[in-house]
Nanobody, 125 residues
Framework: QVQLVESGGGLVQAGGSLRLSCAAS????????MGWFRQAPGKEREFVAA????????YYADSVKGRFTISRDNAKNTLYLQMNSLKPEDTAVYHC??????????????????WGQGTQVTVSS
């Protein structure tokens, strides 16, 4: 029901910035809480940030708090992740995800029903 496509990944130096975008299909985008997750080689997928359907509430993993900002433009059916002060440990494939209809802001992977294919972020030291 929801198709998600990430973009904006790339190679940056430590301390640099990058903005990821996630384009969503459909006309009910605002009904979905959204999240960003990342997965590094050999590592489990980890939660990064989440945002309520309205955009009024956000939540961040401790590892990115103060550096990353999640936002959304419901009129454009687009989710964003602004990443500042990037560190080599931020290197991963970043995925956006949409939670089930009716779910509020959540960090629970099990609440996310739809996933994008991911975009690579590489931070050099």
């Amino acid at each position: 029901q929801v198709q998600l496509v990430e973009s904006g990944g790339g190679l940056v130096q430590a301390g640099g910035s990058l903005r990821l975008s996630c384009a969503a299909s459909g006309r009910t985008f605002s009904n979905y809480a959204m999240g960003w997750f990342r997965q590094a080689p050999g590592k489990e997928r980890e939660f990064v940030a989440a945002i309520a359907g309205s955009g009024a509430r956000t939540y961040y993993a401790d590892s990115v708090k103060g550096r990353f900002t999640i936002s959304r433009d419901n009129a454009k059916n687009t989710l964003y992740l602004q990443m500042n002060s990037l560190k080599p440990e931020d290197t991963a494939v970043y995925h956006c995800a949409a939670a089930r209809l009716g779910a509020g802001l959540t960090t629970n992977v099990g609440s996310y029903d739809y996933w994008g294919q991911g975009t690579q972020v590489t931070v050099s030291s």
